[in-house]
Structures are given as structure tokens and as C-alpha cells.
């Protein structure tokens, strides 16, 4: 889901930056009401390990791989303001140290993959399991569903923005200047590779590391864990 | 145990597993992540490199591009899964700098 240099148009690539730029404002803002020293080390380790899972990349069988972003469960612990600055910080350097996603579409990874993916995720944890006691099977599910609609609503995003890319910006005879592939072509291509296997792979570390956390450190998981409230 | 030494151990075993996200889509075949195609791979795709793209995808040169070392490419399996590791071992170590760095400035100063 890391879009590279080119496949966006300029105009494209500034909409998405000046979207972030309030979003990593109002994010730093809540954090620094919000995070204490002794819970910096785990932001770190939010960071660090969403940019680890994203480097195990899942295969389809002679067809395209994916990944898990560890979005949901960053923003289960972190918060979700908390999980956009952790991943955002992984795919800054993703993208300046390993041209993994362009640096012309940092802001638009970002949106996808620092913004949607844990907002979605972690409301639908909340939602799911609201009021339900620390050791209920359905914080796990609440999890597992998180990942699962969080990565892909931000793989429907990633697909939305390639697919109009040939609409914005092409030749007078109609030849593509960036990403060639339309909606038709884009959107199903990103959203049934995460239905099928990347949004599985995304739930199941969800659900299993919440369901590790809920019996070793379940303080981390209370009604009002470690970044959200005070 | 306290919790927080129990993530770094994990986050220690996840870069020593993490060629298997290497190995994995080699052994299967499997080509790039959709819409993540080199120039190349883009010609052969779509019959022609657009303009735009092939303008933009050369305007970052990354140090350690796709997680590999540069000039190791034609070394072998085992030098690609190593310098897999070494890139995870970089990034982690960069990412909890930087995110530390941040995390200071906005944090509170009580402990």
C-alpha cells in the first residue's frame, strides 16, 4: 500500500499534504497533553513495530504480496493521535531510507496508513468491545475486526487514489502521465488483495497480540489505557 | 518480566524472522505489491512508461533501496536475507531515535 514517486500527480500529492499538516498539528497537540515521559519508550516500539511487520510481506501465489501495517493494534495501545505520529515516523523512514513509498506521497501513505488506518481500526475495537470486562473473549474480536475493516478502508483509500489519477492528469491523446489504471481497475485490485489475505493477516497479529496482552499486562488495555486519558 | 522489556525482545525476534517476508513471495512467485512497479516492470504492464511516472520515480535515490544493499544484488540469497536483517536492524534503530526524539518533546516531564 506504499504508493512510490509517480504514481501521483503534483496536485495530488500537495491535496494530501496539506490534508496531514492539521492532522499531525491537532496529533502533536493531543499527545502532548496526554503522553508521559515513562510512555515515550512505547511509542518507540509502536513505531518500530509497525515498520517491522511491514517489511514480512504475505504472497498471493504467483500474483502480487502485501502486508500488515499494525495500524489498529498501535492505536488498541497507543491512542489513536499516539499511533499517527508512531507510524507516520515508520513511513517517513520507509520512504527516505529504503524507497519504500514515495517521498512525494508521504502525505498521502500517511493519510491512508498513519490516519485512517488507526482511527477506523480503533473505533471499531471501542464500538465492538464497549463495556466489555479485561479478560472477554471480545476485546480479542473487537481486535481482529479492527485490523481487519481498518486496513481495508485504507486499501480502498490507496485504490481510489490511483484510479483517479488517469482521469486528472493525461495527454490530448489520452495516454496517462502517472498511475495508468483507473478506478475500475484500482480499487478492486487493492481491496481484494487485503479482503482475502493482507486484512486477514492484519486481524489475526491484532487480535493475537491483544489477546497476549490482555492475560500478561492487561493495565496496558484498561478502560483508560496508558495515552488516551491521563 | 516487566512488559516493556518482554516488546523489545519481541521487536528483537521480529527482525531475525523478518526475511521470511523476503523468502515468502520469492518461493510463491509473487511478483510486486500492486501498484508498486519499477519503470520496467510498468513497461512490461502496461506497454508504456508514462511520462509523469518516469520524471518522478527517479527523483529519490533511497541508500538502501527494497531493503537490500546496494551492489549485493547479484550475490546470492543469503547476502539478500542479510542485508534484510541489516536493513530492519538500521530502520528500527532510526524509528526509535527519532520517535524518542519526539516523544521528549511531547511529553510531560513527569515521570
Known amino acids: 500500500m506504499h504508493i512510490p514517486d509517480g504514481y501521483l500527480g503534483p496536485a495530488t500529492c500537495g491535496v494530501f499534504y496539506a490534508v496531514m499538516l492539521p492532522i499531525w498539528t491537532v496529533a502533536s497537540k493531543i499527545v502532548k497533553k496526554t503522553l508521559k515521559a515513562k510512555q515515550v519508550p512505547i511509542l518507540a516500539i509502536g513505531a518500530a513495530f509497525s515498520f517491522v511487520i511491514m517489511m514480512f510481506n504475505v504472497p498471493i501465489p504467483g500474483g502480487t504480496t502485501g502486508h500488515a501495517v499494525g495500524g489498529a493494534l498501535v492505536a488498541i495501545l497507543l491512542g489513536p493521535w499516539a499511533a499517527c505520529i508512531a507510524i507516520t515516523v515508520a513511513l517517513v523512514i520507509q520512504a527516505l531510507l529504503f524507497g519504500d513509498g514515495g517521498i512525494t506521497a508521504i502525505g498521502a501513505n500517511c493519510f491512508n496508513m498513519a490516519f485512517v488506518l488507526p482511527f477506523v481500526g480503533y473505533y471499531i475495537y471501542r464500538a465492538i468491545s464497549y463495556n466489555a470486562p479485561i479478560d472477554s473473549n471480545r476485546r480479542v474480536i473487537a481486535a481482529g475486526v479492527g485490523g481487519y475493516i481498518g486496513i481495508n478502508v485504507a486499501a480502498f483509500l490507496a485504490g481510489i487514489e490511483f484510479g483517479l489519477q488517469p482521469l486528472l492528469y493525461h495527454t490530448a491523446s489520452g495516454q496517462a502521465l502517472y498511475c495508468p489504471y483507473g478506478l475500475k481497475a484500482a480499487v478492486p485490485a487493492m481491496l481484494g488483495g487485503h479482503m482475502l489475505v493482507f486484512g486477514w493477516v492484519e486481524a489475526i497479529v491484532t487480535a493475537l497480540v491483544i489477546k497476549y496482552l490482555l492475560k500478561t499486562a492487561p493495565e496496558l488495555l484498561g478502560p483508560s489505557p496508558s495515552l488516551r486519558n491521563k | ?111
Not at chain 2, 523478518?18 to 509473487?30: V, W
Not at chain 2, 535515490?61 to 547476502?79: I, R, S, T
Request: aromatic share 12%; glycine share 12%; charged share 15%.
Open chain 2, 1 to 111: 518480566m516487566k512488559i516493556i522489556t518482554k516488546f523489545w525482545i519481541g521487536l528483537a525476534v521480529l527482525i531475525i524472522l523478518s526475511p521470511i517476508g523476503l523468502i515468502l513471495p520469492e518461493h510463491f512467485k509473487a511478483g510486486s505489491a500492486w501498484g508498486e512497479w519499477g519503470a520496467d516492470e510498468m513497461q512490461k504492464l502496461a506497454g508504456y512508461v508514462p511520462n509523469g511516472l518516469k520524471r518522478l520515480s527517479i527523483l529519490w535515490n533511497a541508500p538502501m533501496p527494497d531493503y537490500a544493499v546496494k551492489g549485493w544484488e547479484e550475490k546470492g540469497l543469503l547476502y539478500l536475507i542479510f542485508a534484510y536483517i541489516i536493513s530492519a536492524i538500521v530502520g528500527i534503530g532510526l524509528i526509535v531515535l527519532v520517535a524518542m526524539g519526539i516523544g521528549r518533546l511531547l511529553s510531560k516531564k513527569e515521570f
